[in-house]
């Protein structure tokens, strides 16, 4: 076997790529380590991992409540300085403390307002609509987005699926292996064999 077949071999335990489908999977292995490196650098995100059949699963604490979600992403639109995303919850979130003060005001606030998360608690550029987030961020603050679409136009539309821990990511433009930064994809998720 020749030493680019090994690379492309090694490459694909981790990415796969369908030219034809526009469609780009991100691994179970990448995934993992993308969820790593979330939890690694967010001080509230406790716990991120794929769930075992659709979308994510994060366990967040605030104030000694800690928040589970269970998401998937649907949809991240590209602009020249910001990215506009939209994540689906797959259940209501669920909460949890030790505290018997919070647990009254849990109990209060699900009584009252039916579980429901008023926009102004959210951080900036966040809000939630029935069962939908919306969010948006500064294109520089997603290295992933850069490494792997920096050649899509403004506007464009990136599709977003998590079904069995693979990211799957489909796009309107075409996309070959000479659109991706490579050596930035290797750094963001430190390959390791």
Same mark, same amino acid.
């Given at each position: 076997?020749?030493?680019?077949?090994?690379? &492309?071999?090694?490459?694909?335990?981790?990415?796969? @790529?369908? *030219?034809?489908?526009? %469609?780009?999977?991100?691994?179970?292995?990448?995934?993992?380590?993308?969820?790593?490196?979330?939890?690694?650098?967010?001080?509230?995100?406790?716990?991120?991992?794929?769930?075992?059949?659709?979308?994510?699963?994060?366990?967040?604490?605030?104030?000694?409540?800690?928040?589970?979600?269970? @998401?998937? !992403?649907?949809?991240?639109?590209?602009?020249?300085?910001? @990215?506009?995303?939209?994540?689906?919850?797959?259940?209501? !979130?669920?909460?949890?403390?030790? *505290?018997?003060?919070? &647990?009254?005001?849990?109990?209060?606030?699900?009584?009252?307002?039916?579980?429901?998360? !008023?926009?102004? #608690?959210? !951080?900036?550029?966040?809000?939630?609509?029935?069962?939908?987030?919306?969010?948006?961020?500064?294109?520089?603050?997603?290295?992933?987005?850069?490494?792997?679409?920096?050649?899509?136009?403004?506007?464009? #539309?990136?599709?977003?699926?998590?079904?069995?821990?693979?990211?799957?990511?489909?796009? *309107?433009? *075409?996309?070959?292996?000479?659109?991706?930064?490579?050596?930035?994809?290797? %750094?963001?998720?430190?390959?390791?064999?």
């Amino acid at each position: 076997m020749s030493i680019f077949n090994k690379i &492309r071999a090694t490459f694909e335990e981790y990415i796969m @790529f369908n *030219s034809e489908a526009k %469609q780009l999977t991100l691994k179970k292995k990448t995934v993992l380590l993308l969820c790593e490196q979330a939890q690694s650098r967010v001080e509230q995100l406790k716990s991120l991992q794929p769930d075992v059949e659709e979308g994510f699963t994060a366990i967040m604490e605030h104030n000694k409540v800690k928040v589970q979600l269970h @998401f998937t !992403p649907e949809k991240i639109t590209l602009h020249e300085d910001t @990215f506009e995303g939209t994540l689906r919850l797959l259940k209501p !979130p669920s909460f949890d403390t030790d *505290s018997l003060v919070y &647990r009254y005001l849990i109990a209060g606030w699900n009584t009252f307002l039916g579980g429901k998360i !008023p926009n102004g #608690a959210l !951080p900036k550029g966040v809000r939630l609509e029935n069962n939908i987030i919306y969010y948006t961020l500064p294109r520089n603050q997603s290295q992933l987005v850069d490494a792997l679409f920096h050649n899509l136009k403004n506007g464009s #539309a990136l599709i977003t699926n998590v079904k069995q821990g693979d990211l799957i990511i489909e796009t *309107s433009a *075409s996309l070959n292996w000479n659109d991706f930064k490579l050596q930035n994809l290797l %750094q963001l998720v430190r390959f390791q064999k």
